[in-house]
């Protein structure tokens, strides 16, 4: 368990660690198993490293001028290092902690300023079959929790999947996220397949702006992401 990779946004100042604890979920092309590295550097030939813990990771990071810090990569809530690195930051840097989880555990300390979950699915034969885990309840009722606390900013985000988890899904999932506030941020990312033998596709464009319109029957604040999107900012690699 540990950091297994680091990349930092000049423009933004922002750091990104990616954890390496095996995921307390199994979806069906994981882009954290297929896609390892920082998306923007996505093209590049980089070898994935050995984990960091927490003391090795603070002296690389003090080499960067940065506010803002993402703890992402496969689920850094089931990964030890991930609460006594983001307290250390918090202290140490008074980083504003931003969390990517796909919500099945529940984050109590105080560490964390802004949670993107990562809703999968709401349909519970979907969500069984493609994380693996039963009780897609869980996830909304943590979502609701972390919506009821106080100083925490909440997002959302889920992945369209062409005949699986499709625009009839993503109306679910809006709708949903609307009964506890329809001004929460929602973003509809494309699906991206790991390869030739991959049983899904990639959502066209047009998919992927229908799904937006359904969402926007619920939502005031939905955005989408796919591959035709142009990157905003560049990364660098620090670990």
Not at 72 to 91: C, H, I, N, Q, Y
Not at 96 to 112: A, D, K, M, P, R
Not at 118 to 132: E, L, Q
């Amino acid at each position: 368990m540990g950091v297994y990779h680091i990349t930092y946004a000049p423009e933004r100042g922002e750091i990104y660690l990616y954890f390496d604890a095996e995921c307390n979920f199994s979806c069906w092309g994981c882009i954290a198993r297929f896609h390892p590295i920082d998306c923007h550097l996505m093209g590049k030939q980089l070898p994935v490293r050995g984990s960091l813990s927490p003391e090795d990771v603070l002296p690389l990071l003090k080499l960067y001028p940065f506010k803002r810090v993402f703890f992402m990569g496969s689920e850094p809530t089931v990964d030890t290092s991930f609460v006594p690195l983001a307290l250390r930051l918090k202290k140490e840097f008074l980083s504003y902690n931003i969390l990517l989880t796909n919500g099945y555990e529940f984050v109590e300390t105080g560490i964390i300023d802004e949670v993107c979950v990562s809703i999968k699915a709401i349909t519970k034969v979907i969500f069984k079959d493609f994380t693996g885990r039963e009780y897609p309840e869980r996830v909304l009722s943590n979502f609701a929790k972390y919506y009821s606390t106080s100083h925490l900013k909440l997002r959302a985000e889920s992945v369209l999947i062409p005949g699986y988890i499709d625009q009839k899904e993503i109306a679910k999932i809006a709708k949903f996220i609307s009964s506890i506030d329809s001004k929460i941020p929602y973003r509809i990312d494309a699906y991206m397949p790991f390869g030739e033998k991959d049983k899904f596709r990639r959502p066209s464009i047009e998919e992927m702006q229908e799904a937006k319109r359904v969402a926007e029957k619920y939502l005031k604040n939905v955005s989408i992401l796919h591959y035709g999107c142009k990157i905003k900012y560049g990364v660098e690699r620090v670990y």
